[in-house]
Structures are given as C-alpha cells and as structure tokens.
C-alpha cells in the first residue's frame, strides 16, 4: 500500500474529476453539494478524504453532514452525521486499503460529538462491505426504486400500475398543470408544502435554508429543478429533483391533502419522468423506499410506478447505545407533540 495523507480539504477541479470519473460517484460526493450544506441552519457538512503521497492522487473520500434532529439546543443528545451517497474509492489496492484510515479518522474525528453516524449508500460496493464492519458499522436493507428512463415514453407509462396510470388520468381531466420553479420567490410555495407533509406526519424536516441553498448553487449550474402542481390558482403540491451525470434524483416532495383527490403527485413524478427521458437522463433515482421489514406508505406510491427494486442498504454506527435509546424515547415523544399551525391562505 501506499504512503497516505488523510485531508479535509481538496483542489475543486481535482475533487471534481474524481467523483465525474468514478463510476458510483453521485451528487452527494461533489463540491456543489458541500456548498449548498453550508448554508443550512443546523449543518455542519466536511469533506475527509486519503491522497497517495507519492502523486497527490485521490484514493478515497466521504463528505458528512452534521446535522441536530431536533433543535439548537439539544446539542450531541439529538446530533447525527449522515454520510449522503456513500463511501468513494479510486479503483485498485491502493484505494479500498485507504478506506478503513479514512472511516477510523472520522469515527475518531466525530465521537463524542453525534449519538450515530449513517451511510447512505447510492450503489452497492460489495468489497467494502467487510471494511465497513471492521471499522464498527453494520449493514441494514434499505430499499429504492429505479426507473430507466432508455425506454420508450410509451412502454414507461404502460409499465406503471392500473391505478396510478388511472390516477394520473384523472390529475389530467382535473386540469392540474405543472409549472417549473424560475425564481427565489417560488421556492417559498414549495417549503410551505413541504411543511403541510412533514407536519401531518409528525416527522421533523428540514429548514428552509436548505431549499434555498440548493436554489442558490444547483439551479443555475442545471443540477437541481423544483416543480409545482396547481389547481387552478392554487398550489397543491411540489417536488425537487437533483440532477448529475445523466441521473434524476427524487429529493424532497410535499403536497397538500385536501387536494389529494387531484393525484398531483402522480402527475409530477409523470411529467419529471417524461422530462428526463427527452433530455437524456438515463435513471430516475426514487430517493429510498424504506426499511424491508416496515411498513412504508411512501414506499405503497412509489412502488405503483413500477421501476426495478435495488437494496444497496445503509450502514450505521451507534457512537453511544444507551444515549442512542434514551434518544430515541424522547424523540417519539417529541413526534406526538410535534404541531404546526397553518393558515387557509394560498400560495401564489
């Protein structure tokens, strides 16, 4: 092996070129992405990555954002780090032996800071697997759904369940028109029904800061699209995509319920798919359907839209088991609590 350095930094274009020529690199491993994080209340991204001293080489690199679940005050009783897209290694000895250097510095780097760390894996690398557990982590199912978007347009919707085909129809005859967000302003329409979602669910989402960033560093490099449904004056519901390397990934969604019978969402991911396919993407990445074993409802709409079932799982790492279950009590709790008021007014 190799003589390595473990940095938290890297020139942009060398960064750049490694994650554009890997072929599992993702989104989520660029600079671009590290750049939007930055600018979002209650995140705390880094960049760790392994450099061959010999030439400069880049032989491995994760970016983790840090992030509180709960709020500002809750400090390392609810923060977690989540290391988006996985795990990148150069190809060769040289690469898979810098990735358990690379894990250990960070677990080091983290510990005592976050109750858990989470890798979220885009692909499967099967030869880290058993590195991966080494340096204390362990492999969880984690199911998605992918749509190849190579097909005919034609053979795409036909493939679709009858129900979602039906319901996508009937979003037509309602007149539901969907609209490109262009400006700053209309990302606001959007996080309002981001927050109608999250706040039925009683699950906490992310600030606005985070939309707005993306806006701010994706859109103008064509790496990012926010969409909205609209019913006539209203809004009903929106989506945001990320784009890279000729794939679509499903970001956030948010709808508003009472118009639930328009079936705006089917019509989104509809009209994002035939978009895609008329622009060249080849894959349209759903964004997770949940854990095998538990029951999913998100899991229930994107299933019906028929693309192929992969299980690339996550990996995590408990930093502290019994902070981690005292945590999790209180963040239930928290969930039952969790209200957030909203007016009748419409968005426009």
């Not at 491995?60 to 809750?74: D, R």
């Given at each position: ?17 490694f ?41 491995s ?73 080494r ?31 039906r ?16 400006s ?80 705006p ?6 009209r ?14 759903f ?62």
């Amino acid at each position: 092996m190799s003589s390595i350095q473990i940095v938290d930094s890297l020139p942009y274009d060398q960064w750049v070129k490694f994650v554009d020529e890997h072929p599992d690199g993702n989104i989520f491993h660029t600079p671009y992405m590290m750049d939007v994080f930055k600018n979002v209340d209650k995140h705390y991204p880094k960049l760790y990555a392994t450099i061959d001293e010999r030439n400069g080489g880049i032989l491995s690199l994760l970016l983790c954002v840090q992030v509180s679940v709960l709020g500002e005050y809750t400090g390392r009783f609810t923060s977690r780090s989540i290391i988006y897209g996985g795990i990148l290694s150069a190809d060769g000895a040289d690469g898979n032996d810098s990735v358990i250097p690379l894990i250990n510095n960070y677990n080091t780097s983290v510990k005592g800071k976050v109750l858990f760390t989470e890798i979220r894996n885009m692909s499967f690398p099967q030869e880290l697997r058993e590195k991966f557990e080494r340096c204390g982590y362990r492999y969880e199912g984690y199911l998605n759904y992918l749509i190849d978007l190579r097909k005919p347009l034609e053979e795409i919707f036909r493939s679709f369940s009858s129900s979602c085909r039906r319901n996508i129809r009937k979003s037509e005859r309602n007149g539901v028109l969907i609209e490109e967000i262009t400006s700053k302003d209309k990302v606001k329409v959007f996080y309002a029904l981001l927050k109608k979602t999250y706040s039925k669910a009683r699950i906490p989402f992310a600030d606005f800061s985070l939309f707005a960033s993306a806006f701010d560093k994706l859109y103008s490099r064509d790496m990012a699209k926010f969409f909205l449904a609209k019913s006539g004056d209203q809004y009903i519901a929106g989506r945001v995509i990320l784009l890279f390397k000729g794939k679509i990934f499903d970001w956030y969604a948010g709808s508003d319920h009472d118009y639930s019978n328009f079936y705006p969402n089917e019509m989104l991911v509809w009209r994002i798919l035939k978009w895609g396919s008329q622009n060249g993407f080849h894959t349209f990445d759903f964004g997770g359907a949940g854990r095998p074993e538990e029951k999913y409802g998100v899991r229930d709409f994107k299933e019906r839209f028929r693309g192929d079932v992969v299980n690339y799982g996550r990996y995590i790492r408990v930093f502290s088991p019994a902070l981690f279950k005292v945590a999790n009590k209180v963040y239930q709790i928290y969930r039952k609590c969790l209200w957030i008021p909203f007016s009748n007014s419409s968005y426009k």
